[in-house]
């Protein structure tokens, strides 16, 4: 079975720049995750997904981060507009509806 | 609400040498305690799972773990690394009362030298 994919694997972007990040799960999955993983924070939720409904919104992302599921198979992260301290490897996850999740290989963006 | 404490943020070991990863949590309810490996580049790969039983739980690659409801522990251990483990291991929390939500550990940068 194929893993979670995710396109690009590198993004450099100019500051104010809008770029969306994408990710294929399991097949057969209900869960999504994104993730933003940096040095001094670690990992942090930016979403959930459960059966392509938004359970979690990340709270402190809401204003420049908006993650869709257009489908059970597709999701997309845009960042809008795009500031430096984005700089940031980007992960997406996904499970079955329990407690274990799947990482992609991330996303590495470089504002600049 | 609940956290993990890896307090060790790098550890150092000779090839062939035995290995224990460090982990502490804090949960009031029962967890569900996981060590996830993130290799250079690469996202995070699951090493193992705890979620009751046996508190000795076997992973891939000869990892296994501890699982101490007194200490409030999940330790990592290995008894002979190889270079190819270096890496950085993550040790995870999952409150069951919230399917979803995962706790992470800082992680630990673990160097094998020849």
């Known amino acids: 079975d194929a893993g979670v994919t995710q396109t690009p694997r590198h993004e450099v972007a100019e500051k104010g720049q809008t770029i969306i990040l994408k990710c294929e799960p399991v097949?057969?999955?209900?869960?999504l995750f994104w993730y933003r993983q940096t040095k001094i924070q670690g990992l942090e939720l930016l979403s959930y997904?459960?059966?392509?409904?938004?359970?979690?919104d990340g709270g402190a992302f809401k204003d420049r981060f908006k993650a869709e599921m257009l489908n059970s198979s597709f999701s997309t992260l845009k960042i809008q507009p795009t500031e430096p301290k984005d700089s940031a490897v980007y992960l997406c996850?996904?499970?079955?509806?329990?407690?274990?999740?799947?990482f992609g290989p991330g996303t590495r963006l470089t504002v600049l | 609400a609940q956290s993990v404490t890896q307090p060790d943020a790098r550890v150092t070991v000779s090839e062939g040498a035995s290995l224990q990863l460090r982990c502490k949590y804090s949960?009031?309810?029962?967890?569900?305690l996981f060590w996830y490996v993130q290799y250079p580049r690469q996202g995070l790969q699951l090493l193992l799972k705890?979620?009751?039983?046996?508190?000795v739980v076997q992973g891939v690659n000869g990892f296994e773990a501890e699982f101490s409801k007194s200490n409030s522990s999940f330790h990592l251990r290995k008894a002979s690394v190889h270079w190819s483990d270096s890496a950085v291991y993550f040790c995870?929390?999952?409150?069951?009362?919230?399917?979803?939500?995962?706790?992470f550990g800082r992680g630990t940068r673990l160097q094998v030298y020849a």
């Open positions: 996850a996904s499970g079955t509806g329990g407690y274990e999740q799947y």
């Open positions: 097949s057969g999955h209900n869960d």
């Open positions: 997904f459960r059966s392509k409904s938004l359970m979690e």
């Open positions: 949960y009031s309810g029962t967890p569900y």
């Open positions: 705890y979620y009751s039983g046996d508190p």
């Open positions: 995870v929390l999952s409150a069951t009362q919230v399917v979803g939500q995962l706790t």
